[in-house]
């Protein structure tokens, strides 16, 4: 089975995607993972991506796509692979058809993870960090026992510029403009299905794993 899981930052897709992956056995390819794994592998493709990243560029989609046609040969992909963070594009999903088409094999679904706006500036606007030990605190579901003071090692706590609200609010956006397109493609293909992504972590997955046809 090979299935797709889509949402916005901070839906908690790739916290579900793990999981999934976990529990059914299934390679659980995100993007960003298989780049560092071909840049350590020091594969042509990997050397290639290295350069981009070295100097903070986005990765040219070529270079992405055949570092995916890479991993998808694997052995370990054979029984199933839940993508996260892969396709986000039109062109990334064209070019996903067309591999998994040269395998043999074909996307069973697509999950669009709904989460509203006012719930992804809660849970990402409420994270802070220690400016000491890096350690990871939540103003509302992981709060540190003494306000703006980590509990580990006693140092400043603080709120990193991609957490303040105008800097998500500018991620969402570009997720509407170049990612939501996808889910118009997937559901003209048929594939599309939609879970709702709030609440506890266990409940979205038991709704995740229903909706692509997994009873537990």
């Not at 809660?122 to 960090?129: D, F, K, V, W, Y």
């Not at 709060?143 to 580990?152: I, L, M, N, Q, S």
């Not at 609010?169 to 003209?188: A, C, F, G, H, M």
Request: proline letters at 5%; glycine letters at 10%; aromatic letters at 6%.
């Amino acid at each position: 089975m090979y299935l797709v899981l889509i949402g916005p930052p901070g839906s908690g897709k790739g916290t579900q995607a793990k999981r999934m992956a976990e529990e059914l056995g299934f390679v659980h390819l995100s993007t960003g993972d298989i780049l560092r794994e071909a840049v350590r592998e020091g594969t042509p493709l990997g050397l290639e991506a290295k350069k981009y990243m070295e100097e903070g560029r986005l990765v040219p989609d070529e270079v992405v796509i055949g570092i995916v046609r890479e991993k998808l040969r694997s052995p370990e992909c054979e029984k199933g692979v839940v993508f996260d963070g892969f396709p986000r594009t039109i062109s990334q999903a064209e070019a996903l058809d067309r591999i998994l088409e040269e395998l043999g094999r074909r996307l069973d679904r697509v999950v669009e993870v709904e989460v509203s706006e006012e719930e992804v500036l809660r849970r990402l606007t409420g994270r802070r960090t220690c400016r000491n030990c890096g350690a990871m605190y939540h103003v509302f579901f992981e709060p540190p026992k003494v306000e703006g003071v980590c509990d580990k090692c006693g140092g400043p706590l603080y709120q990193r510029e991609d957490d303040k609200e105008d800097v998500i609010k500018e991620r969402l956006r570009v997720y509407r403009k170049d990612t939501e397109p996808l889910i118009s493609y997937y559901e003209k293909k048929g594939v599309l299905v939609k879970v709702k992504g709030e609440g506890p972590i266990e409940e979205v997955k038991q709704r995740l794993l229903e909706a692509i046809g997994v009873r537990r």
